[in-house]
């Protein structure tokens, strides 16, 4: 299983990115997926799940209302949309593939692949 995060970068307070994560295999839709980052000297955190119908979706507190995470099963990508971007947003960002009936989607035990990162930078 491979996964190929893309689409950070630099943006300013405020403004938006939308992250994706391209996803190997054929059967994408029955694992639940997840995003999490890490900033320099934290520790993982997590960001954002969903279920693998797309049905149901989770949100770490601290990006509830802003950031919007979705899947396209026939693609096999998850995505990330982050509005109203602040500077304590600025992190390493990870997607994740899901352990099968893991119950614990909001902690990085909960995942069992993940893909390289890509950098979001959130200027004030």
């Known amino acids: 299983v491979q996964l190929q995060a893309s689409g950070g970068g630099l943006v300013q307070a405020g403004g938006s990115l939308r992250l994706s994560c391209a996803a190997s295999?054929?059967?994408?839709?029955?694992?639940?997926m997840g995003w999490f980052r890490q900033a320099p000297g934290k520790e993982r955190e997590f960001v954002a799940s969903?279920?693998?119908?797309?049905?149901?979706?989770y949100y770490a507190d601290s990006v509830k209302g802003r950031f919007t995470i979705s899947r396209d099963n026939a693609k096999n990508t998850v995505y990330l949309q982050m509005n109203s971007l602040k500077p304590e947003d600025t992190a390493v960002y990870y997607c994740?593939?899901?352990?099968?009936?893991?119950?614990?989607?909001?902690?990085?035990?909960?995942?069992?692949?993940w893909g390289q990162g890509t950098r979001v930078t959130v200027s004030s």
């Open positions: 969903i279920s693998g119908s797309g049905g149901r979706t």
């Open positions: 295999g054929r059967t994408f839709s029955s694992y639940h």
């Open positions: 994740a593939r899901g352990r099968p009936f893991s119950g614990s989607y909001s902690t990085t035990n909960g995942y069992d692949y």
